[in-house]
């Protein structure tokens, strides 16, 4: 008890809010779902919120490139050969940069850096770092601001960042990507690192916005706190921005696909639904084919995308592969809606398709 | 379909089932509510624990039960997906839970409209629909008091007297000192006690 203990005494009684039995119940609910599913993983519609972090790539490949058959690789190299086509791509446009910082005992190199209409891509190594990153898909967790050659952060354009990396004794590769609508201007770039160490991102713990407040810890080793800064110009993103209205109705479902963007490194594409001619807000789609000039654009084996919601309840996808020529005619087809409830976030329905939605690009 | 575009199939438990999960007390085995660790089989002791704290801490945040309640899922459901990640060394679980809490409430701000603060104006509109009925008016007062301290005070204020945080649990939500967040909340005491008279 302090001084203020009649205060406190106020402030505890006005913050004791009771919740609802109805509402206490559904969080229950939606709690006993979650803990009952066989993989962890939030509904989208809830992951979304905030800029997410969401591994670049799958490295499952990264042992065929370790030993001799990596030869004279550099850790980047092998980790983004390593990579999905769009990190290859990025990889391979990229400027070459080499430009080092050290502080704090650590030195962190920006080897190569990327921009297009759909992501901005760091390709980065760390030397110095203690602790147990050695050996493993353990990627090198930093703390960075970017900013375009506007000025704007990366948080006024970018809707999520991703992140992959490996990790050897005594030096530790990244590939950091900001995903969303990349101003398309050339110039000079900043990236300001402030915390570099191992683990967190990787496994999708930390929101960048954990990150950016130094809320969420590292799981394993120690982070390093300095000032890595970097300049560097690159030129005009490339990629076509397709403003599109084109709409499919299958049942009481209309779905418009209304924005196309076509980069090297990803396709990205908005869509809104509509149920009776009502917008719907909570809602995600599953994306069945993807199709270029009448051939499936799925050169990988599977079709590989991430979701998310947009502020205005449209849904937006965005590929792992991009495409260098764009034009001609694209497909996308919707196989199948979950809509969720607005309040609780539970599923409430699936509704099945399939949605061809079909844009030209000259 | 590969990649995160999938959704999840699985069937739906029972009913029955989801019940058991979260309130089948003559299943509670004996549990360290400090657990080193987190796994499957205590989380859902750790969410019986500290849901109406993790919830009174949103509400206070946040314009409406609704919105606190889907923060408060979204926490659990973070919490719980990335269970792993948690060592007792992070301020024990209840301050992480409470980071989470925190970090979750600050997206969504952030995401509505960045570079402005609409923390404040957010609750205060809450507080014009509980300002109907009289009995609250008291509690509308003090709340309205706690919206109007910065941003610090505020927040710990929230954490210590929401959410029953200790000093100590505070500063490793909030990534600052014991210390300084003790002084924050002296601060905020004194300017609530000096506005309420």
Known sequence: ????????ARVRHAFALEPSAEGMRRLDDRMARAMARPAPTAPRWALSRGLLLRPVAVLAAFVLLTGAVAGTLTLLERISQSSSAGIRAAWDRAEVLGISREDAGVTVTLERAYADLNQVIAFLEVEG???SGGGGPTAVDAIAQLRDPSGRLAEEWAWGMGGTGWAEPDLAASIMSWDGEVAPEAGTWQLTI??????????????????ADGNCAAADGERVDGLWRFEFALPAPAGT??????SDTHGAATITLTELRLAPSAVTGRTHLELDGSPVTSWAPTIGAIRHNGEAWEPEANLNYTGRTVDDGGNEFMTSIGVEAPAGTWEIEISEIAIASVATGLLETRVQGPWILRVVVP | MGGDGSLASTAEPEEDEL??????EDQIPAVDVEPERLDASTFGLVYEEHRLSVYRYLRARTRSEDEALELAAVTFERAFSHRGAFRRRDGGVHAWLLRIARN?????????????????????LGRMAMQADRADQERTEVLDLVDRLPADQRDALR????SGLTAREIAAVMGKREGAVQKQIERGLAALREALG
């Open chain 1, 194 to 211: 402030t915390t570099v160490g191992y683990g967190g991102m990787m496994d999708g713990a930390c929101t960048a916005g954990e990150l």
């Open chain 1, 129 to 131: 770092l203690d602790g």
């Open chain 2, 19 to 24: 019940r058991a999960l979260v309130v089948d």
């Open chain 2, 159 to 162: 954490l210590r007297y929401a």
């Open chain 1, 241 to 246: 921005l397709v403003r599109a209205d084109a």
């Open chain 1, 1 to 8: 008890m302090t001084m203020h203990h009649d205060v406190e």
């Open chain 2, 104 to 124: 979750a409430a600050i997206d969504v701000h952030r995401r509505r409209r960045p570079s402005v603060d609409l923390d404040g104006a957010d609750v205060a």
